[in-house]
């Protein structure tokens, strides 16, 4: 059975950092594109950053870039997302996915959301 | 970065019908288009990629067609457990990018 599980959301003022931890089973993780997708409150979905198979290759979305930085680990099965600089605005569940070739997602975690206030 | 236009915003369909929903591109993302489902609560489910290929346990009551900027998701003999939020997403350029959603809502 593939699981997928987010953890490491909260409470966190603007200008404040946060890790999110994504850990994953049920399939070959070191074979797999993962990627993080987001959704603010009563909105659509965004998404935010992929990372390849061995972890070389990193891509974000401009809203995120140069704040947000993807890492993982293949012997753990899992990968994080280190948010630094948070804005109001990246307020959201954050989603955990596996996806083909980093194209679209077929297994989900169930999010975990992440609220940036002062 | 390409604009996902998903229309209508909400559709009202009564169980046992056929509803269906339209995605549009700002430009071409030839077949490289999903289709999610999403329920209140839960995470996206993915049931279309490839623009017409049904995701695995994925009923062939949903059906996906279309290619380069116009895409159709159809969902026939409607059952309860289909209302729900739909999204498009492209993924022939970076950043991927979704529809705004079309909720499906019991007439």
């Known amino acids: 059975e593939v699981q997928v599980v987010e953890s490491g959301g909260g409470l966190v003022q603007p200008g404040g950092s946060l890790r999110l931890s994504c850990v994953a089973s049920?399939?070959?993780?070191?074979?797999?594109?993962m990627s993080w997708v987001r959704q603010a409150p009563g909105k659509g979905l965004e998404w935010v950053a992929n990372i390849n198979q061995d972890g070389s290759g990193k891509y974000y979305v401009d809203s995120v870039q140069g704040r947000f930085t993807l890492s993982r680990d293949n012997a753990k099965n899992s990968f994080c997302l280190q948010m630094d600089s948070l804005r109001d605005e990246d307020t959201a569940v954050y989603y955990c996915?596996?996806?083909?070739?980093?194209?679209?997602?077929?297994?989900w975690g169930q999010g975990t959301l992440v609220t940036v206030s002062s | 970065e390409i604009v996902m236009t998903q229309s209508p915003d909400t559709l009202s369909v009564s169980p046992g019908e056929r509803a269906t929903l339209s995605c549009r591109a700002s430009q071409s993302v030839s077949s490289k288009l999903a289709w999610y489902q999403q329920k209140p609560g839960q995470a996206p489910r993915l049931l279309i990629y490839a623009a017409s290929t049904r995701a695995t346990g994925i009923p062939a009551r949903f059906s996906g067609s279309g290619s380069g900027t116009e895409f159709t998701l159809t969902i026939n003999t409607l059952q309860s457990e289909d209302f729900a939020v739909y999204y498009c997403?492209?993924?022939?350029?970076?950043?991927?990018?979704f529809g705004q959603g079309t909720k499906l809502e019991i007439k």
């Open positions: 996915a596996r996806t083909y070739w980093g194209d679209y997602g077929d297994y």
């Open positions: 049920g399939f070959t993780f070191s074979s797999s594109w």
């Open positions: 997403q492209q993924y022939n350029n970076w950043p991927r990018t």
